[in-house]
C-alpha cells in the first residue's frame, strides 16, 4: 500500500510565498514522475508541475518563473515552493505519483489535497 501525505499551504497574501511538501510512503519499489495538481472552485483539476527521477520538469504557464518543483529522490518526496502568489493561485493543490510497488505495476497516486489560499 502506498500512501502519499502532504504538508504546507494555507492562507497567505498576494505577493507573498508559500511552500507544500509530499512524502511517499509504503512499498515503493520505484517512483518516475512526482508532481503537483490543482483545483480552484468551480474548475477543473490542472497540472501544476511534475518532474521526473532524472530532474526533469514540466510548469504550467501560469506558474513559470514563480514556482519550484524539487524532489528528494532517497526520501520520496516532492516539494513545491511557490513565490509572488496571486489569488488565482487560490485552489486546492494534490500531490500526484506514478509508483511501482515492484517491477513494471506503475499506479497512480493522489494524495488528500491542502488547501492553499491567497488574498487580494
Known amino acids: 500500500q502506498v500512501q502519499l501525505v502532504e504538508s504546507g499551504g494555507g492562507f497567505v497574501q498576494a505577493g507573498g510565498s508559500l511552500s507544500l511538501s509530499c512524502g511517499a510512503s509504503?512499498?515503493?519499489?520505484?517512483?518516475?514522475?512526482m508532481g503537483w495538481y490543482r483545483q480552484g472552485r468551480g474548475n477543473k483539476r490542472e497540472l501544476v508541475a511534475s518532474?521526473?527521477?532524472?530532474?526533469?520538469?514540466n510548469y504550467a504557464d501560469s506558474v513559470k518563473g514563480r514556482f519550484t518543483i524539487s524532489r528528494d529522490n532517497a526520501k520520496n518526496t516532492v516539494y513545491l515552493q511557490m513565490n509572488s502568489l496571486e489569488p488565482e493561485d487560490t485552489a486546492v493543490y494534490y500531490c500526484?505519483?506514478?509508483?511501482?510497488?515492484?517491477?513494471?505495476?506503475?499506479?497512480?497516486?493522489w494524495g488528500q489535497g491542502t488547501q492553499v489560499t491567497v488574498s487580494s
Open positions: 500526484y505519483a506514478r509508483i511501482a510497488t515492484r517491477p513494471l505495476y506503475e499506479y497512480s497516486y
Open positions: 518532474i521526473t527521477t532524472e530532474g526533469s520538469t
Open positions: 509504503g512499498s515503493i519499489f520505484t517512483s518516475s514522475i
